[in-house]
């Protein structure tokens, strides 16, 4: 399914903006054009992920004595 595609010249942006804006929020494809020639596009922004809670896995992680110590393999290497 292609997204329904709008064309406004540089005045009717400026003029309008707040309607290219609900016609990108609705998937329509909002391009602005300069003297006849396509320069921008009006794409609204993804919603993004839940954001990650610092220190969620306090507790559940148990690291064993020595798990710091340098490893033998390496030690040509410090």
Do not use: C
């Amino acid at each position: 399914m292609r997204k329904q595609s709008v064309a406004y010249n540089m005045y009717q942006a400026k003029t309008k903006l707040s309607q290219l804006v609900s016609e990108a929020l609705q998937g329509k494809q909002v391009i602005l054009m300069n003297r006849g020639e396509p320069v921008a596009m009006v794409v609204p922004i993804p919603k993004s992920r839940r954001a990650r809670k610092l220190g969620f896995l306090k507790g559940k992680v148990k690291l064993l004595q020595g798990w710091d110590l340098p490893i033998e393999d390496f030690k040509d290497y410090q």
